[in-house]
């Protein structure tokens, strides 16, 4: 056995498959979003920017049939955010609208959704009941996923050369 290598049992409860799919498409839509101009740009970085393809589609988006049934589902569902409570404890709280526009906040919950499965507590201590929503979660972000897609001919020009790469 190799010393450097962590053998880390797998305490991931969501199925796999559907854990992945949500992965790969999430990644594959922020590359395009980049690559379709939809980045801000800070020092030596480039990151996706949601807030600027949310303002570009907004009125597009609202007038989605498809769109604002994904929406819907995913606000109802209204994935919740990690933070640090009084007692200085992991916790969960619900994520704040703000001033956001319901686009960009629909693009919010999706990203969350995104957070807590890479950086979040989505593994064997969470009560068996947050893991069945876990999975509408995930399909439900999957759904919105497809929905953005449709929304702009670029991102899917940039997703069908990711696929076409990846075959």
């Known amino acids: ?12 409860l969501l199925p796999e498959p559907l854990a992945f799919e949500f992965f790969w498409k999430f990644a594959a839509f922020e590359s395009a979003l980049k690559r379709a101009g939809y980045r801000t740009e800070c020092k030596d970085t480039v990151s996706s920017n949601w807030d600027k393809f949310g ?75 947050e893991i069945a929503r876990d999975e509408q979660l995930l399909r439900a972000g999957i759904n919105l996923l497809h929905e953005c897609y449709k929304l702009d001919t670029r991102i899917q020009f940039y997703i069908q050369e990711i696929v076409e790469l990846a075959a």
């Open 55 to 129: 303002a570009r589609y907004g009125e597009k988006a609202l007038q989605s049939t498809s769109f604002m049934h994904a929406a819907r589902v995913l606000e109802k569902l209204n994935p919740l955010c990690q933070t640090v409570n009084e007692q200085d404890e992991l916790d969960w709280r619900t994520v704040q609208r703000g001033k956001d526009s319901d686009v960009q906040f629909v693009l919010r919950l999706l990203k969350t959704i995104r957070n807590n499965l890479f950086h979040g507590g989505k593994y064997a201590s969470r009560p068996m009941k």
């Open 1 to 12: 056995m190799n010393t450097n290598e962590i053998n880390f049992p797998n305490l991931l």
